[in-house]
């Protein structure tokens, strides 16, 4: 990923105009370009694309630059107003449109607070020193952004999250997707869940809620990261995890890969050829072009493919969990949505 442009958070942005629009309200001057130092030491400028001053109040905005990553939020207006407070109050910090109130616990932040993360809330007070203010941050058009994100699932509601523990946005990091995965395993021990599911898609997701019943808040937006639900969940137990896929991601998973996406893992059908006991069978996988390709051939040879799979899969599982207290099971479906492997035996989990 040599030469991509790194780019900024939403809780770089923040804070900058967090200290412009203060500033402003004790100079009557908004610094333009205006800088912060970020927690590593960076220290960026950046551009107003809003400036109001007036009634006791400011309000400082800044267009989100997250350089060459597919964030949702690129090209977003992250606004600041900050107001007077009262003495002794110090940092006040309100959701202002676009940006998410907290309705569930286990967040970083308590249930009824805005969505603007610990670290954003940091660098602000930094570049407000010991001034009694109230911060507002507003996302323009947030809370229709936020429908594409994992915000609602998680149970932060109206709006977007400020986010960012570096300030920096480095591109195709993924990091957002798995905080977004350890947010969610946070938040289904808080509301006392027992059984969460991973899921790589839309409709093994859809699948695995229907097989075992599973509300919303207890399904984890796994996508690609398997390797990230298992290690959080080693480190942060739940007592029975199960992962669903198609059968080409979960042949992966089988092969020891973590990391399921297309571009840092393939299939291998020289390990899925080494389950099968049928000489002839085998022989014809090692020559597939494709799992699902494979999983035909042996549904035609009455070789249950899917199961070999998922048992193979639900072996890399346990080894990334290691002792954790932790019961697993895999389901693995057909493009249809056809499950066609379970590991273990799905009498263990009705």
């Not at 090209?75 to 900050?82: E, H, I, M, Q, Y």
């Not at 990391?259 to 020289?270: A, I, P, T, W, Y």
Request: glycine share 12%; aromatic share 4%; charged share 25%.
């Amino acid at each position: 990923m040599s030469g991509l442009r790194y780019g900024w958070t939403t809780g770089a942005c923040a804070t900058a105009a967090t200290k412009a629009a203060h500033t402003a309200l004790l100079t009557g001057e908004f610094p333009d370009p205006v800088e912060i130092t970020l927690p590593k030491g960076q220290r960026p400028a950046f551009a107003l694309a809003v400036e109001e001053l007036g009634d006791g109040r400011a309000t400082a905005g800044i267009v989100k630059d997250a350089g060459d990553d597919p964030d949702v939020t690129h090209g977003a207006l992250v606004r600041s107003t900050v107001r007077p407070g009262e003495p002794g109050t110090g940092v006040t910090f309100r959701a202002g449109p676009g940006v998410g109130t907290v309705t569930r616990p286990g967040l970083p932040l308590d249930v009824g607070e805005p969505a603007i993360n610990p670290v954003p809330r940091r660098m602000m007070r930094e570049v407000l020193g010991d001034a009694d203010v109230i911060v507002e941050i507003s996302v323009d058009g947030g809370a229709e952004l936020a429908r594409r994100t994992w915000n609602p699932r998680l149970g932060i509601l109206g709006g977007l999250s400020i986010l960012g523990t570096t300030g920096v946005v480095v591109p195709y990091s993924c990091s957002a997707w798995i905080d977004s995965i350890r947010r969610g395993v946070d938040v289904a021990r808080a509301m006392g869940r027992t059984h969460v599911a991973g899921a790589t898609g839309s409709t093994s997701e859809k699948v695995v809620a229907e097989l075992h019943g599973l509300p919303e808040d207890a399904l984890l937006d796994m996508g690609d990261f398997a390797g990230a639900v298992l290690k959080y969940v080693r480190r942060h137990p739940v007592p029975r995890l199960t992962i669903a896929g198609g059968i080409g991601k979960l042949a992966k998973l089988a092969a020891g890969h973590l990391d399921l996406h297309s571009k840092r893992s393939q299939v291998d059908f020289g390990v899925l050829a080494a389950m099968i006991d049928d000489p002839d069978t085998a022989e014809r996988v090692r020559g597939c072009n494709t799992a699902l390709h494979a999983l035909q051939v042996c549904q035609e040879a009455g070789i249950p493919l899917g199961d070999l799979v998922a048992e193979r899969a639900r072996a890399t599982a346990l080894d990334v969990l290691r002792s954790a207290p932790v019961e697993v099971d895999i389901v693995v479906i057909d493009r249809a949505g056809t499950i066609v492997g379970r590991a273990p035996d799905s009498r263990r989990f009705r």
